[in-house]
């Protein structure tokens, strides 16, 4: 295994969430003790100490422009991002830091970051899947996959929520030092080295913002009031007063999807929560719509690659509400 000297530099800023800060870097001090040798240096865009979200207050080693090249770059996210513009200092911060390093990473809304720094234009990112949408509305050439846990796109990655950060330090400790080393980080971390599943598995059911045509959306509130009635493409288009051609064109334009399989993204929500509340597979299969478990079975382990069962056990709340 490669000793060399692994210089991370995190930039932070006022507001920062303390978690994606400290999971990653607790991850690169734990390959450490395995023999690598990260030198993980905290810094801000004008060398001041700054407020993490908490409260707490984070003292950092130095100005961004005052640190020598990292091998890898480090933004990690907070509350501010999307809700406000992110700071000029902090934008030619992050472009100076980036285009001295090796690899650039996010994690959360430090997309965000990057973006506005023009470092995703043309490529693939993610970010938590709350503001998903928004990040690929804000910046169109970036490429949002909003189901991963974390992206790579050539030398930049970036990460999911706030834990995701974690994952995406395995990986790259795994790039650095292969696996055996990112094995025994998540062991020790009693963390899974890779997660089964997108974010998906964590976003709560029908989250996404409503469809902007009328009729989309009565068919959302159709489905969603009876997700066990006959929602064809026929019987939607019929009751909508439409032509199964016209709202299949209005699918496709809008939501990029078919009719069939939006109700099924539906009656997917729907078993997810009733999953939580703690009806059984089977249940949750018949109530949400689907023609028996074997169907409900292969829509999770396509969405998920999960297994309903699984997905219960990893979920559901610790007081059942229904048994059996």
């Given amino acids: 295994m490669s000793s060399d000297t692994h210089q991370v530099v995190i930039v932070v800023y006022d ?5 994606d800060v400290a999971g990653p870097a607790d991850a690169f001090a734990e390959a450490n003790k395995l023999g690598a040798d990260y030198r993980i240096t905290l810094v801000s865009a004008t060398g001041a100490d700054v407020a993490a979200s908490i409260g707490i207050r984070t003292a950092v080693d130095g100005s961004a422009a005052s640190q020598a090249d990292p091998d890898t770059f480090l933004v990690p996210g907070g509350d501010l991002y999307p809700r406000t513009p ?17 690899r650039v990473a996010s994690v959360c809304s430090g997309a965000f970051v990057l973006a ?10 993610t970010t938590h899947w709350k503001i998903a949408g928004e990040l690929a509305a804000r910046y169109p050439k970036t490429r949002v996959e909003p189901d991963a846990i974390y992206v790579r796109d050539g030398t930049t990655y970036t990460s999911a929520g706030v834990t995701a950060g974690i994952d995406l330090a395995l990986a790259l400790i795994e790039e650095d030092h292969g696996p055996e080393v990112s094995r025994e980080v998540a062991r020790s971390l009693v963390v899974y080295l890779q997660r089964a599943g997108g974010q998906s598995q964590f976003s709560a059911p029908l989250q996404g913002p409503p469809p902007r045509s009328p009729a989309l959306r009565k068919i959302t509130d159709l489905v969603t009031a009876d997700p066990a009635g006959r929602h064809t493409l026929p019987e939607l288009a019929r009751r909508l007063h439409i032509s199964p051609r016209h709202l299949t064109r209005l699918f496709r334009e809008e939501l990029d999807t078919s009719p069939a399989r ?3 993204s539906i009656r997917f929500d729907i078993a997810k929560s009733l999953l939580d509340q703690g009806y059984t597979a089977t249940q949750a299969a018949s109530l949400a719509g689907f023609p028996g478990y074997e169907s409900l079975r292969r829509v999770f382990a396509r969405e998920l690659s999960l297994s309903p069962t699984a997905y219960q056990r990893r979920f559901s709340t610790a007081r059942r509400g229904q048994a059996g």
Avoid: F, I, M, N
């Fill in 15 to 19: 507001g920062v969430k303390l978690l």
């Fill in 86 to 102: 992110v700071t000029g200092d902090l934008v030619e911060a992050v472009r100076d830091l980036a285009a001295r390093s090796g």
């Fill in 116 to 125: 506005a720094a023009g470092l995703l234009d043309g490529k693939r990112a």
């Fill in 262 to 264: 939006y109700v099924e």
